[in-house]
């Protein structure tokens, strides 16, 4: 192969590197090779020289230590060994002069020797080899060799990447663990070297042999275009992707989401409007094709937004075209799905003809807010309510959607005949129950619907009262009611069973409370004959005739029981009176009998008393002077 040829396929090599490092930018390695400008090529060479270094030097010749064997130590020669030697006070002999003659030695006690001072545990350094054991015999000449390794240049970013390069180890590895490609291996002589190649060297040193290696690192500037600018990558060998200018590459990124953002926000503000036009969108279900369309097209956004931001000669059908297609289809499908679904008349009619009212009012009530068919949406909105009074459980619900707003004068006509028919069979039917509060209820209910009908079920309704309160004989009640049926002006022939029923019940309860009031004593004649009296009095005010026995005998009774009444509560007084004063006089006896008697000198007997014997009372207070009460 050429070096023509070797440095395209390094080019190549370089671009490969920098496609596999772009999709963690968001870009396939198909499309970054595609976006590529050129690749510009930057080569940094450097050396490394590898000498061999022989030195020589004296070292001493050294022998066996003749005072010591050897050993660094022999025995001491004061003690010979024993640790004992003789004492320099008394010269071994134990005794020294003293004033009255010898005596024993104070510094050995006597026993003629100590301690050895001279010596460790019996032996002694040895002075002449200095405890080494060893002397020296002369020197001799001794030579070594030492591997110096020098690099040349240092500063660059190559001889930074290459791991223990200045290790002597590493001249020997595979050239593929070399960070660059070796140009050149060589043993050329020192001499030849550049200075700055060649050891420094000391006396007595010698170069014995020279290894140098010749290196060469590339980087490759790999252009390309990416978001309408161009950017670079930096590719080292051994092919890595360096830093570079990624920014076109993040700008695309930036973009596309910004695209996706963008579309999201439209995407979320067609669906709010689209459920916010009518509830009929949110009721019917009609909205999923638009979120299936506003989803697709917010992932697709994104999509179209980085093929349309690739370089021009890289658009291609994956990449480019069918993304943008896709999108666009998306947008109009989303713009079909926001602007086609709505209610139809069809569907409102089907819906009413099938029994389902509340399909059919959604649909009308769509169309003729969303101003669509209006006029048929009147007419269909009618036809339910109409169908609702006809399915009401009772008149006062028919009267309810009777009151609802009617578009066509027709239907209401037809809806008011239906509600009138149930009214008056409802009537009908409560005044043969006897119903007066349905009745009454209904009144109310119908008042703004049926007038004629609800001034008719009042009437009812006071008359079926009246005969109510006539049956519980409550004439309190009947009379009310009465009173209310003549102010309804309710015929005559109408009240009077009522009123005929309501005289003889009158009648019969003061015929008989009026038995039971004469056999009774006067107090219960009161609470009887008050009574009795009240209804005399109701009697003659309803019929206008008196009644037996009449309201002014029962006062005449009243006044008479109640004065009966009020002379036993006086005669009662009377006695309660005397026997309470016999109590008090009976009392004021008692206290006096118990009452201590009290002595002349002004104090109380502790003992006597003034109903008992005063015999010995007083004795030691001068006697008694009389009673304390």
Same mark, same amino acid.
């Given at each position: 192969?050429?070096?023509?040829?070797?440095?395209?396929?390094?080019?190549?090599?370089?671009?490969?590197?920098?496609?596999?490092?772009?999709?963690?930018?968001?870009?396939?390695?198909?499309?970054?090779?595609?976006?590529?400008?050129?690749?510009?090529?930057?080569?940094?060479?450097?050396?490394?020289?590898?000498?061999?270094?022989?030195?020589?030097?004296?070292?001493?010749?050294?022998?066996?230590?003749?005072?010591?064997?050897?050993?660094?130590?022999?025995?001491?020669?004061?003690?010979?060994?024993?640790?004992?030697?003789?004492?320099?006070?008394?010269?071994?002999?134990?005794?020294?002069?003293?004033?009255?003659?010898?005596?024993?030695?104070?510094?050995?006690?006597?026993?003629?020797?100590?301690?050895?001072?001279?010596?460790?545990?019996?032996?002694?350094?040895?002075?002449?080899?200095?405890?080494?054991?060893?002397?020296?015999?002369?020197?001799?000449?001794?030579?070594?060799?030492?591997?110096?390794?020098?690099?040349?240049?240092?500063?660059?970013?190559?001889?930074?990447?290459?791991?223990?390069?200045? !290790?002597?180890?590493?001249?020997?590895?595979?050239?593929?663990?070399?960070?660059?490609?070796?140009?050149?291996?060589?043993?050329?002589?020192?001499?030849?070297?550049?200075?700055?190649?060649?050891?420094?060297?000391?006396?007595?040193?010698?170069?014995?042999?020279?290894?140098?290696?010749?290196?060469?690192?590339?980087?490759?500037?790999?252009?390309?275009?990416?978001?309408?600018?161009?950017?670079?990558?930096?590719?080292?060998?051994?092919?890595?992707?360096?830093?570079?200018?990624?920014?076109?590459?993040?700008?695309?990124?930036?973009?596309?989401?910004?695209?996706?953002?963008? !579309?999201?926000?439209?995407?979320?503000?067609?669906?709010?409007?689209?459920?916010?036009?009518?509830?009929?969108?949110?009721?019917?279900?009609?909205?999923?094709?638009?979120?299936?369309?506003?989803?697709?097209?917010?992932?697709?956004?994104?999509?179209?937004?980085?093929?349309?931001?690739?370089?021009?000669?890289?658009?291609?059908?994956?990449?480019?075209?069918?993304?943008?297609?896709?999108?666009?289809?998306?947008?109009?499908?989303?713009?079909?799905?926001?602007?086609?679904?709505?209610?139809?008349?069809?569907?409102?009619?089907?819906?009413?003809?099938?029994?389902?009212?509340?399909?059919?009012?959604?649909?009308?009530?769509?169309?003729?807010?969303?101003?669509?068919?209006?006029?048929?949406?009147?007419?269909?909105?009618?036809?339910?309510?109409?169908?609702?009074?006809?399915?009401?459980?009772?008149?006062?619900?028919?009267?309810?959607?009777?009151?609802?707003?009617?578009?066509?004068?027709?239907?209401?006509?037809?809806?008011?005949?239906?509600?009138?028919?149930?009214?008056?069979?409802?009537?009908?039917?409560?005044?043969?129950?006897?119903?007066?509060?349905?009745?009454?209820?209904?009144?109310?209910?119908?008042?703004?619907?049926?007038?004629?009908?609800?001034?008719?079920?009042?009437?009812?309704?006071?008359?079926?009262?009246?005969?109510?309160?006539?049956?519980?004989?409550?004439?309190?009640?009947?009379?009310?009611?009465?009173?209310?049926?003549?102010?309804?002006?309710?015929?005559?022939?109408?009240?009077?069973?009522?009123?005929?029923?309501?005289?003889?019940? !009158?009648?019969?309860?003061?015929?008989?409370?009026?038995?039971?009031?004469?056999?009774?004593?006067?107090?219960?004649?009161?609470?009887?004959?008050?009574? !009795?009296?009240?209804?005399?009095?109701?009697?003659?005010?309803?019929?206008?005739?008196?009644?037996?026995?009449?309201?002014?005998?029962?006062?005449?009774?009243?006044?008479?029981?109640?004065?009966?009444?009020?002379?036993?509560?006086?005669?009662?007084?009377?006695?309660?009176?005397?026997?309470?004063?016999?109590?008090?006089?009976?009392?004021?006896?008692?206290?006096?009998?118990?009452?201590?008697?009290?002595?002349?000198?002004?104090?109380?007997?502790?003992?006597?008393?003034?109903?008992?014997?005063?015999?010995?009372?007083?004795?030691?207070?001068?006697?008694?002077?009389?009673?304390?009460?």
């Amino acid at each position: 192969m050429s070096a023509g040829d070797d440095a395209d396929a390094r080019r190549a090599k370089a671009v490969e590197v920098a496609a596999n490092a772009a999709p963690r930018y968001g870009i396939s390695p198909d499309a970054f090779r595609d976006s590529v400008e050129s690749v510009e090529e930057t080569v940094e060479r450097y050396a490394r020289a590898r000498h061999v270094i022989e030195s020589e030097r004296d070292v001493p010749v050294l022998e066996k230590c003749s005072t010591c064997g050897g050993n660094g130590s022999h025995a001491c020669t004061v003690c010979d060994g024993s640790l004992r030697a003789p004492c320099d006070e008394c010269e071994g002999s134990g005794r020294v002069p003293g004033v009255r003659g010898m005596k024993n030695c104070p510094r050995c006690r006597g026993n003629g020797d100590r301690k050895c001072v001279a010596c460790d545990r019996g032996t002694m350094f040895c002075l002449p080899c200095a405890g080494r054991g060893s002397v020296s015999a002369g020197t001799k000449a001794e030579t070594s060799r030492r591997t110096v390794v020098l690099v040349h240049p240092r500063d660059g970013s190559a001889v930074r990447r290459h791991v223990g390069i200045e !290790m002597p180890a590493d001249f020997d590895v595979e050239p593929s663990r070399w960070p660059a490609r070796l140009e050149k291996s060589e043993k050329p002589k020192a001499t030849e070297l550049p200075p700055e190649l060649r050891p420094q060297l000391a006396p007595r040193e010698r170069i014995v042999s020279c290894y140098v290696q010749r290196f060469a690192s590339s980087t490759y500037r790999v252009t390309y275009r990416a978001a309408l600018r161009t950017g670079h990558v930096l590719v080292e060998e051994p092919w890595r992707a360096a830093s570079g200018d990624e920014q076109p590459l993040h700008t695309r990124g930036l973009l596309s989401l910004g695209a996706a953002a963008v !579309m999201a926000v439209i995407a979320f503000v067609a669906i709010i409007a689209f459920y916010r036009r009518h509830e009929w969108y949110v009721s019917e279900g009609v909205g999923w094709p638009l979120w299936l369309f506003a989803v697709g097209a917010a992932v697709a956004a994104p999509r179209a937004a980085r093929g349309l931001l690739l370089a021009r000669r890289a658009w291609t059908a994956r990449r480019t075209w069918l993304p943008v297609a896709a999108y666009g289809v998306l947008v109009v499908g989303m713009v079909v799905a926001f602007a086609v679904p709505t209610p139809s008349i069809a569907t409102a009619e089907a819906a009413l003809a099938s029994g389902d009212l509340v399909r059919a009012e959604a649909e009308a009530a769509a169309l003729a807010d969303l101003g669509i068919d209006t006029a048929l949406a009147d007419r269909v909105r009618d036809q339910i309510q109409l169908r609702h009074v006809r399915e009401s459980q009772d008149a006062a619900a028919a009267a309810t959607w009777l009151r609802q707003p009617w578009r066509t004068a027709s239907t209401r006509r037809a809806a008011t005949r239906e509600v009138r028919e149930r009214l008056s069979h409802e009537i009908r039917t409560r005044v043969r129950s006897g119903d007066g509060e349905g009745l009454a209820m209904l009144a109310g209910t119908i008042a703004d619907v049926a007038p004629d009908l609800s001034q008719a079920a009042e009437r009812e309704a006071a008359v079926a009262r009246l005969a109510s309160c006539t049956r519980q004989g409550s004439f309190e009640c009947a009379e009310s009611s009465l009173r209310e049926a003549t102010r309804l002006r309710v015929p005559h022939a109408r009240l009077e069973p009522a009123r005929t029923q309501l005289g003889t019940r !009158m009648q019969e309860i003061l015929t008989r409370d009026d038995a039971v009031a004469r056999s009774s004593d006067a107090a219960a004649a009161v609470v009887l004959l008050r009574p !009795m009296a009240e209804t005399a009095e109701r009697y003659e005010r309803i019929f206008d005739r008196p009644a037996t026995p009449t309201k002014v005998s029962l006062d005449e009774r009243v006044r008479r029981a109640e004065a009966d009444v009020a002379a036993s509560e006086r005669r009662a007084a009377q006695a309660r009176a005397v026997a309470a004063r016999r109590d008090r006089r009976e009392q004021a006896r008692n206290d006096r009998a118990f009452a201590p008697l009290l002595c002349r000198d002004g104090t109380y007997s502790p003992s006597c008393t003034c109903g008992g014997s005063r015999r010995g009372c007083c004795s030691h207070h001068g006697g008694v002077a009389g009673c304390s009460e």
